[in-house]
């Protein structure tokens, strides 16, 4: 069952002599389900591409449907609304609140949203990401590894359509990043989570079920 499907995506920056074509022209369809990897080199268009997905940034032309629903006929509060509920998203400096503690920051969410999580549903996560003995530390008192966990955790607890992870292995070393990984990979296998992942590194990516591979703003191959 398809999830997520882009039609011809464009994204132009500046006019003129200074106008660039970060996206040009981007189509493609993800499975709800599959593990998603965009690769390319810096410049690219991936980040852009992933930032348009969800909702981020508007483009210039094209459209987004994001579980049958074209995300940019939304305004600007509906489709805030619309990211914070059904978009789960990851990045590479992980954007954690820093007054916040670790429960805290999973739980925003739904703060919010003014709404309560299930009590149950937060302490299994925080168990499944091994940060049970850290729930009440701040950002600061973790590695980067358990900050990264920490986003994860902040992604997933709304049961997102889709997460959108931009380099989330880029601020870590190579211990972490395994570990990352495989935590995206279990989430992906055992909750049947749609992943989208952005990364420069092809063997990070190799763990994804496909691979798109962006080049000048245009897909190059693996749709």
């Known amino acids: 069952m398809e999830i997520l499907r882009v039609e011809n995506l464009t994204k132009i920056y500046g006019k003129d002599q200074t106008k660039v074509v970060a996206l040009d022209n981007v189509s493609f369809t993800i499975s709800k ?3 998603v990897a ?3 080199a810096s410049g690219s268009g991936k980040s852009t591409l992933l930032h348009i997905m969800g909702g981020v940034d508007r483009p210039t032309s094209g459209k987004v449907f994001i579980d049958g629903k ?3 006929k939304f305004n600007d ?3 805030a609304i619309f990211r914070r509920r059904q978009v789960g998203l990851i990045y590479q400096f992980y954007n954690l609140i820093p007054i916040l503690n670790v429960e805290e920051n999973i739980t925003l969410p739904f703060d919010l949203d003014n709404r309560s999580v299930k009590k149950e549903n937060l302490d299994n ?3 499944s990401l091994g940060l049970e003995g850290r729930k009440n530390h701040l950002p600061n008192e973790l ?3 358990q900050q990264q966990r920490t986003s994860i955790g902040r992604a997933l607890i709304t049961n997102p359509a889709i997460i959108l992870a931009d380099e989330p292995t880029g601020n870590l070393d190579s211990k972490a990043s395994d570990e990352i990984v495989e ?3 279990k989430s992906n296998r ?3 989570q749609t992943i989208i992942m952005i990364t420069h590194n092809l063997e990070i990516a190799k763990n994804a079920d496909r691979i798109i591979k962006i080049e000048d703003g245009k897909i190059a191959k693996g749709v």
Do not use: M, P, T
Request: charged content about 30%; aromatic content about 12%; hydrophobic content about 40%.
């Open 38 to 40: 965009i690769v390319g």
């Open 143 to 145: 590695s980067g590894g």
């Open 125 to 127: 996560l925080i168990k």
């Open 33 to 35: 389900g599959e593990f």
């Open 190 to 192: 055992e909750y049947n």
């Open 183 to 185: 935590l995206l990979k």
């Open 77 to 79: 509060d509906e489709l």
């Open 70 to 72: 074209d995300i940019y």
